[in-house]
């Protein structure tokens, strides 16, 4: 049984930037190949045509075809002759691919289509309140009723989902996962007050909400500090260039003397930064089951973020983590400086978020779930 997934982006110096869907392929892939499964990741969206061989991973780069009006057609006709052409080469069995725009759509190949919902471009802008782009709506539509079988990665996800394209479609919930080794709980390091947010700073993971938050944190705690990692992105619902230079103005004065951000940093620095926060904040509109989280928890942080849908499949609030709606400020801040100012507290749920790593979203346990899906659906005993 060998798994191809197909994807536009995956964490590695020569494939580019990665968000969070390319983290969890990586963190299965590594996986799958340590059980000698041959994975191959597929890469559209490159700057060039390309293979490697990494760590028991087959790695093939796609460049889009440009062709004002069809460049989208003759991309997946590409990228449908390559699969086709390694099935026949017997180099892999079935491909999975992302909900995220359809690539799938109009792809017509030999083996199963598998699509794992990790968010597409129509949950999403549900979620944040934004009207979908009709093509994007027909792709991952289209997309996803032509699948052989579907993934979602939260049950939320998988509920929502067919809501939205008013579909009746049978999904099995596998979670992404993470290498808990990878992301493991360090010694203690210098006494601090340091809240930690790290993801891409955009709109609809409440970054906008998180200096309202923060302002609150440092009126009840002066010795609070905020660092932030992640990409800059442009707003998408004010066409402001920064949304970085949007929360700046947020912020009280007081406040942003306590604010660093030091932009993106690759997959394995972050670890390293994880492990100076004292806490981690997530005030999130819409995700789907995000990776972010699931690093912070394995290195043994508690958390306190949205409670909105997903999140109570992956943090027991008021055990290994406080949920808390995004636009409630105030209750937002006063759990954070709980956990600030209560290390009994923040240490019982920095042990438990861990356990929960380890029980329900370790690699170790995710990839026995996606083995036994993926010999399912390839008829594999």
Same mark, same amino acid.
């Not at 978020?353 to 170790?364: G, K, N």
């Given at each position: ?53 990494? +760590?028991?991973? $087959? ?88 699948? $052989? ?69 440092? &009126?009840?705690?002066? $010795? ?92 027991? +609030? ?33 042990? &438990? ?5 380890? $029980? ?15 010999? +399912? ?5």
């Amino acid at each position: 049984m060998k798994i191809a997934f197909l994807t536009p982006e995956y964490p590695h110096s020569k494939t580019g930037n990665s968000g969070g869907i390319g983290t969890g392929i990586k963190n299965l892939a590594q996986a799958l190949a340590e059980r000698d499964l041959q994975p191959s990741v597929l890469i559209y969206g490159q700057q060039s045509d390309y293979f490697f061989q990494e +760590d028991g991973i $087959d790695f093939y780069g796609i460049k889009n075809v440009k062709l004002k009006g069809l460049s989208w057609f003759l991309t997946r006709k590409k990228i449908q002759k390559r699969i086709n052409e390694l099935y026949a080469e017997k180099k892999i069995d079935v491909v999975e691919a992302p909900d995220w725009t359809g690539i799938t759509s109009f792809i017509n190949v030999k083996c199963p289509i598998v699509i794992r919902e990790n968010g597409s471009d129509t949950y999403f802008c549900h979620l944040d309140g934004r009207k979908v782009k009709f093509k994007n709506f027909f792709h991952e539509r289209r997309a996803l009723r032509k699948a $052989d079988s579907v993934i979602a990665v939260s049950q939320f996800t998988g509920d929502l989902t067919n809501q939205l394209f008013k579909l009746k479609r049978n999904f099995t919930v596998i979670p992404n996962s993470i290498n808990s080794t990878h992301f493991n709980i360090v010694p203690k390091q210098n006494d601090n007050q340091r809240i930690l947010y790290f993801g891409s700073l955009i709109r609809k993971k409440g970054l906008l909400e998180l200096p309202l938050i923060f302002n609150q944190v440092v &009126a009840m705690n002066p $010795d609070a500090e905020l660092m932030l990692i992640g990409k800059d992105v442009p707003d998408i619902m004010s066409g402001n260039a920064s949304t970085w230079e949007m929360m700046r103005g947020l912020f009280s004065a007081e406040a942003f003397k306590k604010v660093s951000y030091i932009g993106p940093k690759s997959y394995d620095e972050v670890g390293s930064y994880i492990a100076t926060a004292v806490v981690c904040v997530f005030p999130s509109f819409a995700e789907a089951l995000p990776v972010s989280w699931l690093e912070a928890m394995s290195m043994g942080k508690a958390i306190v973020a949205s409670d909105i849908g997903w999140a109570n499949e992956m943090i027991t +609030d008021g055990q290994s983590g406080f949920l808390v709606h995004p636009n409630n400020h105030k209750l937002f801040a006063e759990k954070i400086n709980i956990l600030l100012q209560n290390r009994l507290i923040l240490d019982t749920f920095g042990c &438990a978020a861990r356990q929960r790593i380890e $029980d329900y979203f370790s690699t170790i346990v995710v990839v026995e779930k996606n083995i036994a899906f993926y010999k +399912d659906v390839t008829h594999e005993t």
